[in-house]
């Protein structure tokens, strides 16, 4: 009965749901606390006080008809506004409400940007490793993702293989920054560089090639690390922003899309995106949730939090002989695997309990991803695990 689209989706699914149940059957044999699960990205930081707070307020403040209706299929015009306005107060932007489309976080608004962009046969490049959804949404449109190879040194993106990756079938490049898995953030210099190719392929092809900037992980940074903002480098960028990680909302889905005055055709691509919203089947973003992102525009995450975690990962990871760029935003650190095979070695991990994700689910073998969005306790418990780990391959 399902389509020949959806075949390999279930295959695929099924990969993920037995890492899943592998959890369970460790946990109900070893005691939950004893199963080191590394494989999900789901924040274990609690959302911020004033976000539970806003949703009180919301129910109690606002009137139930309005708060639970319909509105415009782009979101609430104030909520947007008060998005425009904290953008522009912190990344020196321009934008108002005619810029912000409100979406079901960036899973649905990176479908709904491809929907209104992509024909058939259209190509989009991604930088690997990269989050492994992009295929599936660009095929969803019948567009081909292009992988640019991942330069394994720093994992930034390797411009020569980029450049020559476009053609007159690119329709739009996504870059992910701060990066699911790397944790590596795009510095000024690297989105000059990729501005700088865009800028010299879209004169010599004489097409539009859209920039879209994944950036769930946009407030998880560290050390003081700048996450520059890409509209102000390449005129036709589109940012596809969520509160899932950035305020520990995964479940609440919500998010939007920045479509700035500057991208060709502006106007029209928000009119377009507005109605992909709506016959995707999303008709519009949450309405509660969009009334509590109003008010806690400004929240912020205990980043300190997963900081800590990264620390504390990273430090005896290296000390234990394992091989890892440092992230310096998400929460993910992705190590390098001491035998070619990764999933053998993910397989020696979970003979110690500890579950992380085979880099092949990032377009980059040879790697694996951890997720350190879990608690402090839990990384300190693996510690021993880990040790064991890095003994049966000789690092220590
Ligand atoms: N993009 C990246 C790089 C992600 O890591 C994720 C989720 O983990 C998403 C998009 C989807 O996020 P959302 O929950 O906002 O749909």
């Avoid at 397989?347 to 073998?365: D, E, M, R, W, Y």
Wanted: charged share 20%; glycine share 6%.
């Amino acid at each position: 009965m399902i389509s020949e689209k959806m075949k390999p989706l279930v295959q695929n699914n099924s990969a993920i749901r037995e890492m899943f149940e592998e959890g369970k059957r460790l946990a109900a044999i070893y005691g939950r606390e004893n199963v080191y699960d590394f494989s999900l990205g789901n924040p274990n930081v609690p959302a911020p006080a004033e976000v539970n707070q806003a949703i009180r307020d919301v129910l109690d403040e606002e009137e139930s008809t309005f708060v639970h209706g319909y509105m415009s299929n782009s979101g609430y015009e104030d909520v947007r506004e008060t998005i425009a306005g904290s953008l522009n107060r912190r990344f020196g932007t321009a934008f108002h409400q005619g810029n912000i489309l409100m979406t079901v976080g960036a899973a649905s608004g990176m479908n709904v940007i491809l929907k209104t962009i992509l024909n058939p046969g259209d190509q989009v490049i991604a930088f690997a490793p990269y989050f492994l959804e992009y295929g599936n949404y660009v095929r969803n449109y019948d567009g081909e993702l292009v992988i640019v190879p991942p330069d394994t040194t720093d994992f930034q993106p390797d411009m020569a293989a980029f450049e020559a990756r476009i053609n007159k079938k690119t329709k739009a490049v996504i870059i992910n920054t701060p990066n699911n898995p790397t944790g590596v953030v795009y510095s000024h210099e690297t989105l000059c560089e990729i501005a700088g190719i865009l800028e010299k392929k879209q004169a010599e092809l004489g097409a539009s090639i859209v920039l879209l900037s994944d950036e769930p992980y946009r407030e998880l940074a560290y050390d003081g690390v700048e996450v520059p903002y890409v509209t102000n480098y390449y005129a036709n960028t589109v940012v596809c922003y969520s509160y899932s990680k950035s305020l520990s909302l995964p479940g609440e889905r919500i998010g939007y899309l920045v479509i700035p005055d500057e991208l060709e055709d502006s106007q029209t691509v928000f009119a377009a995106a507005t109605i992909a919203n709506r016959v995707l089947g999303c008709v519009n973003a949450p309405s509660l949730m969009q009334r509590v992102v109003k008010r806690c525009v400004d929240a912020k995450t205990d980043v300190a939090a997963y900081d800590r975690n990264r620390n504390l990962l990273y430090s005896s990871l290296t000390e234990y002989g394992f091989s890892c760029v440092k992230p310096q935003g998400a929460f993910y650190l992705f190590v390098k695997s001491p035998e070619e095979d990764e999933k053998a070695f993910c397989g020696i991990c979970k003979q110690h309990n500890i579950l992380v994700v085979p880099g092949t689910s990032f377009a980059c073998p040879g790697y694996v991803r951890i997720s350190y969005c879990v608690s402090y306790e839990q990384i300190e418990r693996s510690l021993p695990a880990f040790k064991a780990v890095a003994a049966h391959y000789g690092l220590i």
